[in-house]
């Protein structure tokens, strides 16, 4: 039987799991406010009123990448003129000003170096919570991941082990981009395939890690390719329960080397897509709004459409920013606790595994 709006919305109410057809439903309906309200009202049988942040900070230490993604905006080889590495002693002090001015967690991601010895990401694990030993650290993507057991010649577990004794917290949800090979093959070949991805963070959940959950949408994927991408998380949440939290990345073309007859995302995709996130990922605790790719008043809004998180203060992005998104660097904690109130929320600090701090 084919789904409609309507079969959907008894399903939601009867608490029962929507399928692929039914999320496609969703995509081809152009009634955004009942989708919105029927995420509304799953977030807030999850969530309450609250709408958490964090106070973080973003490191990116280098934009050398031997990855050559053509969505990616961010990634240098080593001649080109802005190609850049910090020094351990930089990101250190990053990390140490972060947990000064009140940070919780540290989010480090980058360009996978050509010539940096895994020994490198472990002195720097160690150095960051020796100097900021209050601060809990997130970092290295699945892709990273890999490519530190390869250049280490150790198992993902070996890795992970190593990792997790200098430091690591936790894993950030990037590189999963869209989890059908074919579209992969397109946007970033050199890449690891959708299977390894989600093999490193079942690996990462099997070790106890808590890892996060992304998608990168607006691009040459379709709507079918999003909902597959969606239902592979699903299954892997139902096997492991590990992932804290889906955050969709609404693709940033200004400055992309992939050339398309497109904007981008519409403040309508985005808010759609939000909403089935929260709809489909019934065993996802917590649903994102990346401000710095929506803007914030799209991120705004979203807390209407199912959204529970606004991210944090981030400091300083540069990979987004890279692609050409006009969000501020950084949003003040005064700035997120008034854009949560406008929207009728409760905002909570809460800790990078979602532990609330303080409600304000």
């Not at 009634?31 to 999850?46: P, Q, S």
């Not at 895994?118 to 960051?128: G, V």
């Not at 379709?222 to 096997?239: C, K, M, N, P």
């Amino acid at each position: 039987m084919m789904s409609t709006l309507s079969i959907i919305n008894q399903k939601i109410h009867a608490g029962e799991r929507l399928t692929e057809e039914d999320a496609l439903t969703l995509y081809a309906s152009n009634d955004l406010l009942t989708i919105g309200d029927l995420a509304a009202l799953i977030n807030e049988r999850k969530n309450g009123k609250n709408v958490y942040f964090n106070v973080n900070r973003h490191i990116n230490p280098t934009n050398l990448c031997v990855n050559r993604c053509t969505f990616c905006a961010f990634s240098r080889t080593a001649d080109a003129g802005d190609a850049y590495t910090l020094a351990l002693d930089q990101m250190v002090g990053k990390a140490v000003a972060a947990e000064a001015e009140g940070a919780t967690e540290v989010h480090i991601v980058g360009g996978l170096h050509p010539t940096l010895s895994f020994d490198f990401y472990l002195e720097l694990l160690r150095e960051i919570r020796t100097n900021a030993p209050t601060l809990h650290i997130k970092a290295f993507t699945s892709v990273e991941i890999d490519y530190l057991a390869r250049i280490s010649s150790l198992s993902v577990e070996q890795t992970l082990a190593k990792l997790i004794e200098a430091g690591l917290g936790s894993m950030p949800g990037g590189g999963a981009e869209i989890l059908v090979d074919e579209v992969r093959q397109k946007i970033c070949p050199e890449k690891i395939d959708s299977n390894r991805w989600l093999e490193i963070h079942r690996i990462a959940h099997n070790t106890g890690l808590k890892t996060n959950s992304t998608m990168l949408y607006g691009h040459v994927e379709t709507v079918a390719d999003r909902v597959r991408h969606l239902a592979r998380l699903r299954e892997l949440q139902d096997e492991t329960g590990g992932f804290q939290v889906f955050i969709p990345l609404a693709w940033q073309p200004e400055n992309s080397p992939l050339k398309l007859d497109t904007k981008g995302t519409s403040g309508l995709d985005d808010l759609k897509t939000l909403a089935i996130a929260r709809l489909f990922l019934d065993n996802f605790p917590h649903l994102k709004a990346y401000w710095i790719m929506l803007g914030e008043k799209i991120a705004q809004v979203s807390l209407s459409f199912g959204v529970d998180d606004l991210d944090g203060t981030v400091v300083e992005e540069k990979i987004g920013h890279d692609g050409g998104a006009d969000s501020p660097q950084t949003l003040s904690l005064d700035r997120i606790i008034k854009l949560i109130r406008v929207a009728g929320k409760i905002p909570v600090e809460r800790d990078t595994l979602y532990n609330p701090i303080r409600s304000f």
